[in-house]
């Protein structure tokens, strides 16, 4: 919930410098890293059962939501792209971040998590579990 309120602030006062018209790095800063704390936020949210933490998804909810905000500032801190600039994968450097630390990371991470926790984790307790 924490991390929701925060992400929250942190977006709120990203618009906020827009509109007052600060040109300062750190209004992108602001919106990139409360976009991420919202999502790890609601993410927090959705892997809680019927009262009980679940740590083992807690844990992996917040490496990948650390992840994803290490390789938003990386893109925002890089240089912009420029025609003939250097390329990785055929693409700008901070295309590639974008795609493979905020996009592939949390597609690949989370489901394997969530079915390496579903057992001791995310079953309720009265449900019979199958022993394949």
């Known amino acids: 919930m924490i991390a929701l309120v925060v992400g929250l602030l942190g977006i709120v006062g ?36 019927a009262g009980r933490a679940t740590p083992r998804l807690a844990r992996a909810v917040r490496w990948v939501f650390g992840g994803m905000a290490l390789g938003f500032v990386g893109v925002l801190v890089l240089p912009a ?15 590639v971040i974008l ?3 905020v996009g592939v990371l949390p597609l690949l991470t989370l489901p394997i998590a969530y079915a390496r ?15 394949a």
Do not use: K
């Not at 792209?81 to 295309?95: E, I, M, Y």
């Not at 926790?117 to 022993?131: I, M, Q, W």
């Open 14 to 49: 990203a618009y906020v410098g827009v509109l007052v018209g600060l040109t300062s790095p750190l209004v992108p800063m602001a919106m990139a890293l409360g976009t991420t704390a919202v999502l790890a936020g609601i993410a927090q949210l959705a892997i809680v059962r």
């Open 99 to 101: 795609l493979s630390v």
């Open 81 to 95: 792209p420029v025609a003939g600039g250097p390329l990785l994968f055929g693409l700008p450097r901070s295309t």
């Open 117 to 131: 926790a579903f057992d001791t984790e995310v079953l309720p307790p009265a449900e019979p579990r199958r022993d």
